[in-house]
């Protein structure tokens, strides 16, 4: 039997040319300066992963069911609606940082904006470096 492929995988595309290939003026401004607090928190620069997500950094991870992979510690992803903020469903003071982020919807290892105006950066900045410190730890 064929291993399952992830489609998720780093690629050369070029990061720029996708944040200014988004058509909204607002999410492309927020796009760009998300990208600059992840590069900020995490210390690595944005790569492309697929087709449509800018990640930051990577991991090795392996399930008990044999599949494995790489991922980036965090990223996000401009969608027709949102903004999805790919961080880790279980970092130090989630919940916490969650209560005061502002207006967002939030699922295990997602956070959905529409846009940047709507939240407290500073909490996005601890979240990403909480996220990213906590994602590394998991995955030595």
């Not at 780093?10 to 998300?34: P, R, W, Y």
């Not at 990640?55 to 609606?81: I, M, N, Q, T, W």
Request: charged letters at 30%.
């Amino acid at each position: 039997m064929a291993k399952a492929e992830n489609k998720t995988v780093e690629t050369k595309g070029s990061v720029t040319s996708f944040l200014n290939s988004v058509a909204d003026e607002t999410k492309k401004k927020d796009c760009f300066a998300i990208a600059e607090i992840m590069k900020q928190q995490t210390g690595f620069d944005p790569k492309m992963w697929g087709p449509a997500i800018v990640g930051f950094g990577s991991y090795h991870y392996k399930y008990e069911s044999g599949r494995e992979g790489d991922a980036p510690l965090v990223a996000f992803s401009p969608r027709k609606s949102e903004i999805s903020l790919y961080l880790s469903s279980n970092f130090e003071k989630r919940e916490e940082l969650l209560a005061k982020f502002g207006k967002h919807k939030a699922a295990k290892g997602c956070v959905y904006i529409k846009k940047l105006a709507d939240v407290d950066v500073e909490v996005l900045k601890k979240m990403v470096a909480l996220s990213a410190k906590h994602v590394k730890k998991m995955y030595k």
